[in-house]
Antibody, heavy 119, light 110 residues
């Protein structure tokens, strides 16, 4: 059974860099897209970006200048870095598995990491 | 401001049928598949419906969806208390070259 386990710092100050990692257990890393989604308090879902096993990332244009998504296939892990955070980046961050053809087929999710940015 | 538009809330009594709408544009719903996610309180979203009314294993056939033009709808028949959750629609957006989501609809079972 595929599981995603995510971790990272939950409390940041403005201008710091958010760093989260998601480990994939029970499934080959190849053949899927690995996705980051966030959900601000009381709000909807926002796609941050994605990466495939070969390491080709794609980012939401609204965040592109601050986001880096990378993959470590030797550890079956992928990571998110978001620089220069502000209070607007306060959210629950999820990692998810998307299909190779249909990325929105996100059938496996991490439990989420709450990130709070204080000024 | 979400790209896809959903009503913020919906409600129904046990056994009723409720529908949740999702409105988009030609660059997303109008030209791509619609997906629906269910989010129970305090948990991660769960894939509920995908690509023309298909359901992952374990999702009851009380859940169904439909699409017409640039709008889609999720229908839940035989409403049950455990259906109380937030529901999100999503679609690939050709202009963004990425996925877009609705703002979510909070379903209350009265």
């Amino acid at each position: 059974q595929v599981q995603l386990q995510q971790w990272g710092a939950g409390l940041l100050k403005s201008s710091e860099t958010l760093s989260l990692t998601c480990a994939v257990y029970g499934e080959s890393f190849s053949g899927y897209y690995w996705i980051w989604i966030r959900q601000p308090p009381g709000k909807g879902l926002e796609w941050i970006g994605e990466i495939n096993h070969s390491g080709s990332p794609k980012y939401n244009p609204s965040l592109k200048s601050r986001v880096t998504i990378s993959v470590d296939t030797s550890k079956n892990q992928f990571s998110l870095k978001l620089s220069s955070v502000t209070a607007a980046d306060t959210a629950v961050y999820y990692c998810a598995r998307g299909g190779v053809t249909y990325r929105l087929h996100m059938d496996v999710w991490g439990k989420g990491t709450t990130v709070t940015v204080s000024s | 401001q979400s790209v896809l538009t959903q009503p913020p809330s919906a409600s129904g009594t046990p056994g009723q049928r409720v529908t949740i709408s999702c409105s988009g544009s030609s660059s997303n719903i109008g030209s791509n598949y619609v997906y629906w996610y269910q989010q129970l309180p305090g948990t991660a979203p769960k894939l509920l419906i995908y690509r023309n009314n298909q359901r992952p294993s374990g999702v009851p056939d009380r859940f169904s969806d439909s699409k017409s033009g640039t709008s889609a709808s999720l229908a839940i028949s035989g409403l049950r208390s455990e259906d109380e959750a937030d529901y999100y629609c999503a679609a690939w957006d050709d202009s963004l070259s990425g996925p877009v989501f609705g703002g979510g609809t909070k379903l209350t079972v009265l």
